[in-house]
């Protein structure tokens, strides 16, 4: 199961994310989860720029153990091209 713990922030950080989800939420994007649903597979990052604007993301990278890589990856631009 892939279970990560928030990280550490501050009630400020708090409600911007919470400002965030509510936002999502409103859009019917996502929606809020009851306490004794597990999904728990990545944790809020809220990333702010110089200007003050914020950004909510997730952090995915617990994923990566958990997914396989493509056995055949898209072929480079210039291979395909040569083999033309």
Same mark, same amino acid.
């Given at each position: 199961m892939l279970r990560r =713990? =928030?990280? =550490? !922030?501050?009630? !400020?950080?708090?409600? !911007?994310? !919470?400002? $965030?989800v509510n936002e999502v939420v409103d859009m019917d994007v996502i929606r809020k989860i009851e306490h004794n649903e597990i999904v728990e597979?990545?944790? =809020?990052?809220?990333?702010?720029? $110089?200007d003050g604007n914020s950004r909510l993301c997730g952090d995915f990278r617990a994923l990566n153990n958990y997914t396989k890589a493509d056995r055949y990856p898209i072929p480079r631009i210039p291979h395909a091209l040569d083999k033309l």
């Open positions: =713990p =928030p990280y =550490p !922030e501050s009630l !400020e950080t708090r409600k !911007e994310i !919470e400002k $965030h597979i990545t944790t =809020p990052v809220l990333i702010t720029w $110089h």
